[in-house]
């Protein structure tokens, strides 16, 4: 157990709709990202949240948006869903700040678009 | 932009035997961190090793080392004394840190299957 907490674990959607994925970090990170885990797209980095603030930024079409709030829990919107959107999306965290700490993830949300 | 290269998509040991894992990866930075991946079945991303790219020492973790090759741009992982709870998927990742900003870019992974 990373201490990252995700909810749900599963959702089922049709598409065009719009779905909220939250995250916990682990107690004391400052610093939550957000990636998305697809069969053809593989791993890839989505947004980068610290103490609230957005620092970096992947390939997050415009569709998608995240924040994080000041209890330090971050929530990914996603929403005009298409099918292509159906992956596994992954919170991880780390302590954040200037110095490279590692990340620990998430047991990651499993969307499904219908 | 940074990439990671894992050439190997699927590799198989047997139980105690040792296993060396692939991953190159293409950079101009000259300060960065390498890590492994390991996602078994459950597809929890569980952290298996770190590298400092300014450290000439290659990192361990019990059975878990790696061979750091900075100039050739190279990251492998050896698994020693493989077990049967070292099935998964494994990921070589590269981690470039901008002040407070920082993201992971992974490689597509070698799929890893210990044998009897």
């Known amino acids: 157990d990373s201490g990252v907490t995700q909810t749900p674990k599963h959702l089922i959607t049709a598409t065009g709709q719009r779905v909220t994925l939250r995250c916990s970090p682990r107690?004391?990170?400052?610093?939550v990202y957000w990636y998305q885990q697809s069969l053809d797209q593989g791993l890839q980095f989505l947004i980068q949240y610290y103490n609230g603030e957005e620092r970096a930024k992947g390939n997050i079409l415009e569709r998608f948006s995240a924040q994080q709030f000041p209890d330090l829990h971050s929530e990914l919107n996603l929403s005009s869903l298409e099918l292509g959107d159906s992956a596994l999306y992954f919170c991880?965290?780390?302590?954040?700040?200037?110095?490279?700490?590692?990340?620990?993830f998430g047991p990651g949300t499993r969307l499904t678009v219908t | 932009a940074q990439t990671v290269t894992q050439s190997q998509p699927e590799m198989s040991v047997q139980e105690a035997e040792t296993v060396t894992l692939s991953c190159t990866y293409d950079t101009s930075e000259n300060n960065y961190y390498l890590f492994w991946y390991k996602q078994p079945p459950s597809r929890q991303m569980i952290l298996v090793i770190r590298q400092e790219a300014y450290k000439q020492q290659n990192a361990t973790e019990n059975r878990f080392s790696v061979n750091f090759q900075k100039a050739a741009k190279s990251f492998s992982l050896k698994i020693s004394d493989s077990q049967l709870g070292d099935t998964a998927m494994y990921f070589c990742?590269?981690?470039?840190?901008?002040?407070?900003?920082?993201?992971?870019?992974f490689g597509t992974g070698t799929r890893l299957q210990v044998t009897l």
């Open positions: 991880a965290s780390s302590v954040g700040g200037t110095r490279p700490y590692e990340q620990y």
């Open positions: 107690s004391g990170d400052l610093s």
């Open positions: 990742a590269f981690m470039k840190q901008t002040g407070t900003a920082s993201k992971l870019t």
